[in-house]
């Protein structure tokens, strides 16, 4: 009997290597828990009905292009759209042997914070389906927190793996900008996006990594990729751990969390860390605004493509201007029109200098704080999620409210630097996420600090009403 | 035409398509005269999630002219997103170069018979080609009133090179002059066939009048759709003329787009655009900067080959203005140079003779054509004309058509030539009486009799001779 | 920072979006409250700062031109709305635009 809420990947892998089960049992196994409970937390937009392969099963986000399985991003707009290719990370993980178990719900084009702005219904927290499971990755997390799929891939533009794993009690990992290829992801915001993995454990996150990362010729904004090591120390000695100052302190942290994440910073000092404060004051207050206007900006640029011209949604018009407007308003949802308007309005003439001429600029000073702060401390260590996971309906109706959920992942990934989230114990009985931001390319590092937490800690993954 | 108190005031846009393997964004290959969207993938037809990835080959050239065009070459350029909606745009966006193009600054020298005139480059950058919208049905295939539009993605994608010239033009003679030496530039260094009627080289006009001695520019108009430098010309003339008629009427001259119909010479107002011109540029997020190394900027310069201008004032000491232009402008001087002989004589054979005949300067044996030349008195016409078409035919030999000489037996052409004027007694009585012009009429008249074989040199000298006498 | 209709108007055409009547309101009281508090950027002083538009620093990332093979037909109008023989076949324009 396999356990797929216990299961790491890991572990999976060793199964098979020892042929303790075959592919097929893994594929029926996570098949029944899926069957059992997508259901309830649709985490699923589609399935697929028979393996391609022989290996560990994965699920993918709904943004990740795959050839020949439908591809929507969570929008009407690409309803019944297929691939004609594999995105670069789809492809790796079939080169690795993982098999695709279906695509995973999204926040619409991965815009959101709840993937409640799905057009195909929202995705529910394994921990308690009244609440979100995070987003815009929400699918992906509850996969993988649910027992429905031993890891999943998701996509962050500013906290889209980071943060559901935080409500969903899971590990992920927004890797260094330009380390795993963009090519074949439906774009959000380009200068931001990145894929990573959601996982159950650290040293999966690392597996996974190592199979997607690394320099792609069909991506110009990839790089080298250092050798990924699986960490294995179980202390902190030697590692200094900056907590920035205005990170912890900043409004709208609830005091669960702060609770969890001071605990699990005193854990770190009792394994060896050095732990120190340091400033990131302009990078947290003006990280938000300077992501809202950014990834807008690109977005609006980025969504241009879907005109009813080539492939998804067309409306019924007369002229070709009536049509691709038309098409765009009955193919969109709320918050993709909402952010095309705000960055069409970001670039149009007049306007672009202030805003996002001036957001570029706030990006530098985001970068120079953020390598400043390096230059005493490995990594930065912080609440990944103000909050616990709320419930489904809570911020839908104030965007700004809605936003307000990114404050904590933002900063780092407007400087590009690689985040990783590793739960670190319960608030109301639902989970906290703690955030450790590394320089660019440490994900080594990341994995190294998150793996020792992650054995002190001790962290029961399994959400307790499935346990 | 315009009054002497008018000066027009004329800059160029020009758009240049590459001729590379590649389009430039995607490995498609280019080749937009093939069934439609059959080179098409998922970069071109703008799928979810494809990126662009930069041509190397495209940068290459656009260096290159750059460089022919005295422009500064950028330390670092950036590509940008130009924002619009069109059938033909899949993207949303056209990737092209705003700020910081890659070739900035520059000089385009034109001989002219007074002198150099210097046309300021203003930039010169590399972009994406759209792709070719057809227009289906409705009445008489007129864009307003298409009953559909069909889209080939095929051309989507080439690269193009925008040049940008500053309004130092002043007549429509000047910009056609510019243009030509510009093609020609662009075709001798191998980076487009630059052909009008094809596309691949696409001129706009901006055409304005202020009166001579004013500084500032008056408003301007553009001219489009003219697909050959007589149209260009001819186009700007209307225009020049309709503004001067504006300004003398008391009225003003309003920026518009019109295009030039050939057919009748007309000049008509393209239909205002539905769409705000916003175009909200931003740096293309999915490409890194171009920062052309110092080695290929000096490799790519040290393969420019002369440049046409300097080649028409290398050669317009021996030939004059006219034919040493003519030559380089047709891109045969390079024919005249590696043609022996007298160097007139040479160019008058190429600019005459051989242009008539079109045969391709390249393709031509200078020495072989250089015995021709030099034995054209002698030779009759009609095998000179023969030997000339084939000129430039592979393994071309000149002697075959120098064995048949000429008739210079003045025993022989005496009584005929006397024949001839006998049975012209009057033209005889004009010539002398001063109409000179006539003796071409005698020389075709002994042409005609000898089947074109008489020596002319020789039947000239009779002629002359017979008809003073 | 107050959006009027007319901005959200000529926003949403810029952007193509045929948008309702109600859908014009909230997305103008919305979008005035989202620029308010985007607007915080420009209480910086930045003029001596250069821009950031990609955090990475690589220069010159470029391919060959070597071709590679492009779609099928069938390919191509896998996902198309509507084609007409091997065109994409789309409703009229009505103005020229070209590069
Ligand atoms: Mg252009
Ligand atoms: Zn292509």
Redesign the interface.
């Known amino acids: 009997m396999i356990d797929t809420l216990r299961l790491t990947a890991e572990e999976a892998l060793g199964l098979l290597e020892r042929r303790e089960v075959s592919a097929r049992e893994l594929w029926d196994a996570y098949r029944a828990a899926i069957d059992e409970r997508d259901g309830e937390l649709h985490c699923f937009l589609s399935l697929v009905d028979e393996p391609a392969g022989e290996g560990v099963p994965i699920a993918l986000k709904d943004v990740i292009g795959t050839k020949g399985i439908e591809t929507t991003a969570g929008s009407k707009i690409l309803k019944g759209y297929v691939p004609l290719y594999d995105s670069t990370v789809a492809r790796r993980c079939k080169e690795a042997g993982l098999v695709t178990l279906g695509k995973t719900n999204t926040d619409e084009f991965a815009m959101g914070s709840s993937t409640e702005n799905s057009a195909f219904g929202p995705s529910r927290n394994p921990w308690d389906p009244t609440r979100v499971p995070g987003g815009s990755g929400g699918g992906s997390a509850a996969a993988v927190a649910g027992g429905l799929a031993p890891w999943a891939l998701g996509s962050d533009t500013g906290g889209s793996i980071k943060q559901p794993a935080a409500l969903c009690g899971i590990v992920g990992l927004r890797p260094t900008y330009g380390t795993v290829s963009r090519y074949g992801i439906v774009a959000f915001a380009s200068s931001l996006d990145q894929v990573g993995p959601t996982t159950k454990t650290v040293r999966d996150c690392a597996l996974l990594y190592r199979t997607i990362a690394g320099r792609d010729p069909s991506d110009s904004t990839t790089a080298d990729v250092p050798e990924v090591e699986l960490p294995e120390r179980e202390d902190l000695r030697g590692v200094r751990i900056g907590v920035p100052k205005q990170m912890v302190e900043a409004e709208g942290i609830e005091s669960g969390v702060k609770d969890a994440f001071e605990r699990t910073i005193q854990l770190a000092r009792e394994l060896g860390a050095e732990v120190g404060e340091c400033e990131l004051p302009l990078s947290v207050e003006y990280g938000l605004p300077c992501y809202y206007l950014v990834a807008p900006a690109e977005a609006s640029s980025n969504l241009a493509r879907y005109d009813g011209v080539r492939y998804g949604l067309r409306a019924p018009e007369d002229a070709y201007h009536a049509m691709v407007m038309r098409t765009r308003d009955e193919g969109f949802g709320d918050e993709p029109k909402r952010r095309i308007m705000l960055g069409t309005y970001a670039l149009s003439a007049g306007y672009f200098e202030a805003y996002y001429g001036q957001a570029q600029k706030v990006r530098t000073v985001i970068r120079r704080e953020h390598a400043e702060a390096f230059e005493r401390f490995d990594v930065l260590a912080s609440p990944t999620s103000p909050t616990v996971a709320f419930e489904l309906g809570a911020k839908t109706q104030d965007p700004l409210a809605m936003y307000a959920n990114d404050l904590l992942t933002i900063p780092s990934c407007m400087a590009g630097l690689p985040g990783l989230n590793v739960p670190c114990g319960l608030s109301e009985g639902l989970p906290v996420g703690l955030q450790l931001i590394g320089p660019q390319f440490a994900e080594n590092a990341l994995f190294a600090a998150g793996h020792a937490l992650e054995r002190a800690l001790g962290f029961d993954r399994v959400p307790e009403r499935l346990r | 035409m315009a009054g002497l108190s008018w000066e027009p005031v004329i800059g160029l846009e020009i758009h240049v398509q590459l001729k590379t393997r590649t389009k430039m964004f995607c490995a498609c290959e280019v080749a937009y005269f093939d069934t439609p969207n059959s080179h098409t993938c998922p970069v071109c037809l703008a799928h979810p999630g494809a990126l662009p990835v930069a041509n190397a080959k495209a940068i290459e050239y656009t260096v290159k002219l750059g460089l022919a065009l005295g422009c500064e070459i950028a330390p670092r350029a950036l590509f940008h997103r130009k924002n619009y909606f069109y059938p033909d745009l899949p993207k949303g966006y056209q990737i092209s170069q705003y700020d910081v193009p890659l070739c900035g600054k520059g000089a385009f020298t034109v001989p002219e018979p007074e002198g150099d005139r210097v046309v300021g480059i203003t930039r010169a950058h590399l972009e994406e080609d759209a792709a070719k919208n057809v227009h289906v049905g409705g009445t008489g295939g007129r864009i307003g009133g298409a009953a559909h539009t069909n889209v080939d993605f095929n051309r989507g994608g080439t690269p193009l090179v925008e040049i940008v010239t500053e309004p130092d033009l002043r007549s429509s003679d000047e910009a056609k002059r510019f243009l030509q030496l510009l093609r020609r530039t662009i075709v001798e260094l191998g980076i487009s066939d630059a052909e009008m009627e094809k596309g691949t080289l696409r001129v706009d006009a901006n055409v304005s009048v202020r009166e001579r001695g004013e500084t500032g520019y008056r408003t301007r108009a553009e001219l489009k759709n003219m697909n050959s430098f007589n149209f260009i010309a001819r186009g700007i003339d209307a225009e020049i003329e309709r503004q001067i008629g504006v300004w003398e009427g008391g009225g003003e001259v309003v920026q518009q787009t019109f295009d030039f119909d050939a057919a009748t010479g007309k000049l008509t107002p393209r239909r205002a655009k539905e769409e705000a011109d916003d175009y909200r540029y931003f740096p293309e997020p999915d490409l890194v900067p171009v920062e052309p190394s110092a080695e290929l900027v000096e490799r790519a310069r040290a393969e420019l080959p002369e440049l046409p201008g300097t080649r028409v004032r290398r050669l317009e000491p021996e030939l004059g203005f006219d034919l040493a232009e003519g030559l380089v402008a047709s891109g045969r001087d390079r024919l005249f140079a590696r043609t022996p002989g007298d160097r007139r004589a040479v160019a008058n054979v190429l600019m005459n003779e051989l242009a008539g005949a079109g045969v391709d300067p390249d393709a031509v044996d200078g020495d072989e054509l250089g015995k021709l030349i030099e034995a054209r008195n002698r030779v009759p016409r009609p095998v000179f004309a023969d030997a000339i078409a084939r000129s430039g035919d592979e393994g071309f030999s000149a002697d075959p058509f120098l064995a048949e000489e000429a008739t210079s037996d003045v025993a022989e052409l005496g009584p005929l030539i006397d024949e001839i004027l006998a049975a012209n007694a009057g033209q005889v009585a004009a010539y002398r009486s001063g109409k000179e012009g006539l003796l071409g009429f005698f020389v075709g008249q002994v042409m005609k009799r000898t089947d074109g074989k008489a020596d002319p040199r020789v039947v000239n000298e009779l002629l002359r001779a017979k008809l003073s006498a | 920072m107050a959006?009027t209709r007319e901005?959200?108007l000529?926003?949403?055409?810029?952007?193509?979006?045929?948008?309702?009547e109600e859908?014009v309101e909230r997305?103008r009281e919305?979008?005035s409250?989202?620029?308010e508090?985007?607007?915080?950027?420009?209480e910086?002083d930045?003029a001596d700062?250069?821009?950031?538009?990609?955090?990475?620093d690589?220069?010159?990332?470029?391919?060959?031109?070597?071709?590679?093979p492009?779609?099928s037909?069938d390919?191509?109008?896998?996902?198309?709305?509507?084609r007409?023989?091997?065109?994409?076949?789309?409703?009229?324009?009505?103005?020229?635009?070209?590069?």
């Open positions: 959006i901005h959200v000529h926003v949403a055409k810029l952007a193509h979006l045929d948008l309702t859908e997305f919305q979008l409250a989202i620029l508090a985007v607007s915080k950027v420009s910086l930045l700062v250069p821009p950031t538009s990609h955090p990475l690589l220069v010159n990332v470029w391919r060959e031109d070597e071709p590679r492009s779609l037909a390919e191509v109008f896998a996902n198309a709305p509507d007409e023989d091997e065109f994409f076949k789309v409703p009229p324009t009505s103005e020229v635009r070209e590069p």
